[in-house]
């Protein structure tokens, strides 16, 4: 009774983020939204690899999940805001190993992020589309905008 009584009311969250499955960066990721971007009611899609589902999938599969999640949170939810978060060291790009340093590794994601944020525009022209790159130094994480 309870369960049908919420979904027949309206609500709305702040925004969706999407975000890569790794456990490591689950914790900061979320203090990060709430705290620092001020997001308590939002969305979440989890998925590997975050950005690489629109930008540069693996398969097409990948970017129809990637977008329908979203596309769900702004008609459910009516969001303004998609906020896709990339991590260094993540599986999905092939981790750390994969790149000549951090900062190659860093760029790689940011051209990833960025293209997706053009990709989303296109898409969702009503929703703010924020970047944010989570970066390993040492034991830390530490989550920026890009
Ligand atoms: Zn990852």
Do not use: W
């Not at 459910?76 to 978060?85: A, G, P, Q, R, T």
């Amino acid at each position: 009774m309870l369960y049908s009584f919420l979904y027949e009311n309206v609500h709305q969250a702040q925004a969706i983020a999407l975000f890569c499955m790794d456990f490591r960066f689950k914790d900061a990721t979320l203090e990060y939204l709430k705290h620092d971007l001020g997001l308590a009611d939002l969305d979440i899609a989890v998925l590997a690899g975050a950005a690489k589902n629109i930008a540069d999938p693996t398969s097409p599969s990948d970017f129809e999940t990637a977008m329908k999640q979203i596309q769900l949170s702004v008609k459910l939810h009516h969001i303004k805001k998609i906020v896709i978060i990339d991590h260094a060291d993540c599986g999905a790009y092939g981790g750390a190993m994969a790149f000549a340093n951090s900062e190659r590794e860093r760029e790689a994601h940011v051209v990833n992020l960025r293209k997706s944020r053009e990709i989303l525009r296109e898409k969702f022209s009503s929703q703010e589309v924020e970047l944010i790159y989570a970066d390993l130094k040492g034991n830390e994480i530490r989550l920026e905008r890009v």
